[in-house]
Structures are given as structure tokens and as C-alpha cells.
């Protein structure tokens, strides 16, 4: 039998290009994962606080301290470690002061010299060794700040202060993230469209798709079937910071902040509790729209 050679065609520029892509795309994830590998590293580094600066921020805050309690003359102990985020500071002398002094003061020493930004503290009595106040300062989860107010009488105490770091980053998962996205990449088509999901916001020029409703924020109008229904000001700021944090917690304090604080005026959190039912019942026509009341923090705003 005689065998017949073909010769293979040959390819063109764009046709060169697009038998390239999938290595094109291959190597490009491997040079994402090691640039952001390599990023996330110097970031974590940057951001460890030295042992040696710590203990001076520890002492100078229980210099404060003292200070305040009107005692200049008694020293803090040495600065002790108890674990890889943990310190405590104790003093010489009994000491006495007002819980909101020792809140105050550790977020002025912490917000000069930065050690951390989350962080919980325990007030701890010598002898039984018990907590007799306690706080967190959490910018993720909301601070928790109980027993203010309260005057602690003279006593040996000692001070635990717990750094709350954030999890580290685990390059594993971003490896697992990058590698199987850029195999997609090899087939994936030049041009696609997300599937919307039930619920999601169309933002158009004129208004924001809420559900059934149309929400106007130039012109402070809620429109569905035809029915116009009319905001206040501080109605449309609140729903738009509501429509762009959908399925997320909003703070009140974020709300208070934006809505009165900004133009001077202050308020409590109830005023807050009153402008969201306000919305709840102008929103009342689609069931699917709920506020949701997040206890000790804000509301989150969900379209079924």
C-alpha cells in the first residue's frame, strides 16, 4: 500500500496566536501566583510589630495609667509575655480608676503607635486572678465596650491585652484559586455574560432595581406598578447605602455617621431603628425586600 504524505498547513500569524493562547494563559497564572505569593509575604512582614517597640508601648500605656489615677511615683513591672499575642502589664502599688479611663487611654496609645487595631483587654485582680472588667475593640465585628462608667476601687490589678490579628493569608488557596481559573481560561470564550441572580440590583442611569421597585435616588422616588412613592432625604441616603451593601451588614454608627453626623448633627442609634422601619413600611408592597436587625451592630439588607 503506498502511503501518501500531507503536508501540514501552515499557520499565520493570528493562527499561531491563538495555538499559543493556552500556554499564553498557563504562564501568566504561573506568574500571578508567584507575584502575589511573593506580594503577600512582604506585606505579612511589614506589618509585624517589633517585640522591643511593643514593650515600650505597653509600659508607656501603663504609665498612663498610673498617671491618672494621680500615682507618679510607683513604677510598671516589666512587661510580661503569655503567649505569642498576649502581654500583661502589672504594677508596683495597688491602683485605682474608672473603667472608661482604661478604654480611653488604650485606644489613644494604640491608635499613636499602632500595634494592632483589633485587640481585647482584660482587667485582672491579683489574687483570685480574676477578670473584673473587660472590653474588645474589634473594627470587623463591632467593639464591645460593657460596664462603662464604673469606678474600680483600689487594688493590685493586672492588665492582659490579647492582639487580635487577622488570619494570615494562606497561599495554598490562592494557588488552588489561580491554577483551575486559568484552565478555564484555555476554552473559556472571548465573550460571555453572567447569569443575573434573583435578587440582584440593576443599576441603570436613572435608578437602582430593588426587587420590584425602582429606586430614583436624584429624584427621591420608590416607583412600582405605576405607584410613586416618595422619599424623605435622609430615606433615600439610608436605602442607598443599604442598595450598595446588599446581603452585608450595615453599622448603625456607619449609618449615623453619613446620614446626620457629616452635616453636624448628632443623633442616637434609636434614630436609626426609626428610619429603617420608615423604609421597611414604604418597601412593604415586595415581600421579598427585608431588613434585618443584626443585634449589637447594624442592619442587613437582603432581596429574596
Known sequence: MRKTYV?????G???????????ILFGSSVMIIIILISAVAVINKEHEIPENHLEVVLRDLGHQLLLSAKDSTSRVLPVK????????????NNVGFVSDTLINLVQRVFQKNAPATDYIVNLKNCK???TVFAFEINNQKGNLTPCR????EVSCYSIEIELLKANPFNSLWLLLLIIPLGVVGFYMKDKFRKKEEKGSIIDNDDYIQLGSFRFYTDKNILEIEHKNITLSENETKALK???ENINQIVEREKL???IWEDKGIV???????????KLRKKLSDDNSIKFINVHGRGYKFTIE
Open 7 to 11: 503536508k501540514p498547513p501552515k499557520l
Open 13 to 23: 500569524v493570528n493562527g499561531y496566536f491563538a495555538h499559543m493562547k493556552p500556554f
Open 81 to 92: 509575655k503569655l503567649s505569642e499575642n498576649k502581654y500583661q502589664i502589672s504594677f508596683q
Open 128 to 130: 483570685q486572678k480574676e
Open 149 to 152: 462608667h464604673r469606678k474600680l
Open 241 to 243: 447605602i443599604f442598595a
Open 256 to 258: 449615623m455617621k453619613e
Open 267 to 277: 443623633v442616637i442609634s434609636r434614630n436609626v431603628d426609626v428610619l429603617v422601619s
